[in-house]
């Protein structure tokens, strides 16, 4: 998809500029590429830098209720330092390299919810104007793909996706916020937790699998939280019993067991102590989104995320399409929470 926009802060005869990013998904941690085309306008302009900014919306909880904004959590600098001629038309390619916490927005091509842009800025004349949002889509890691679609093998279901501001203690979390996949129980499991939310957090050794189970209430005793955390290596993904694996994962969160870390298969894993607590993200809310309680898998073609008649995505992009049409007040709102 690509976007055109007149250059506001320049005025009218200014240039305009179009950002088009390759078609298809990217990884985190992959290379994102695309083009920047200028367009010159009735005179001469100096470009001083091209950035690109990644995008997100994102959920931060307040004393006064929670609050959704955008939040910026990378920037590129692409090209500028040149003098864009009158009706001159230049096209820039690029490649950048996304951060491997970047969160995921689609499984087996269809949208979680989670909403991601490439914004272009261009600095003109000693100032700086933004353009529209490119929409970003970004697929899971072969490790990621291989957990969620385990747990759907095993009866785990799809209710929501979210971005929450705020950090999982003792992770080696890199971004200003974390995804959270939600999902209803398996049946096996309903009896030990109403809910249960996966976090990711990838880094180029592996990834961090954070599971939070929410236990029900007792008749003698009051709901609350169990949390434990799991590290695996992105190599050899193909030749282990991921199932199993998960279904290990889970027994140990539904007896409320601690902290722990797998071993990936070529060597040790970062352990980040026992605390069973998120720490510092204060988040405590647990609604269902669209689709809640959808079954995640399809038999042995993995998991295929809930969309009941359509609905979950017709909410989706009509989520998506309302956050890019009404991206133009979003400056400055990256410091939210």
Known sequence: MVFKRLLGSIGVGGPTVDTA?????????????????????????????ITLELTARVEAETDDGEHEGAVVFDRFKVGGGFRLDEDEERTLPFTVTLPWETPVTELHGQPLGIVLGVRTELGVA??????????????????QEAVLEALGQLGFGFMSADLEYGRIGGTGQ???????????????????????????????????????????????????????????????VEGRDWTAEVDGWMRQLAAGHGTRSVPAP????????????????????HSAGPGAGTVIAAGAAGLAVGVVGGMVAAEVVDEVGDFFEGDDDEDGADEEG
């Not at 390759?22 to 001083?48: H, S």
């Not at 352990?271 to 998120?278: E, L, N, Q």
């Open 174 to 236: 890199q971004l200003p916020f974390y995804q959270e996949i939600e999902l209803t129980p398996a049946p096996r499991y309903a009896h030990a937790m109403r809910e249960v939310e996966v976090t990711f957090l990838a880094n180029a050794g592996g990834v961090e699998v954070v599971l939070e189970a929410d236990k029900p209430r007792g008749l003698f005793s009051a709901g609350h939280d169990a949390l434990t955390r799991f590290t695996v290596g992105h190599a050899g």
């Open 266 to 285: 070529h060597g040790p894993a970062d352990a980040y102590g026992t605390h069973a607590d998120k720490g510092e993200h204060g988040h405590d809310h």
């Open 126 to 143: 000693g100032a700086k104007d933004k353009g529209d949002l490119d929409p970003l889509r970004v697929a899971p890691l072969p490790v």
């Open 21 to 49: 990013l390759a078609p298809g998904a990217v990884l985190p941690g992959g290379r994102l590429a695309g083009e920047v085309r200028l367009k010159g306008g009735r005179a001469a302009f100096d470009i001083e830098h």
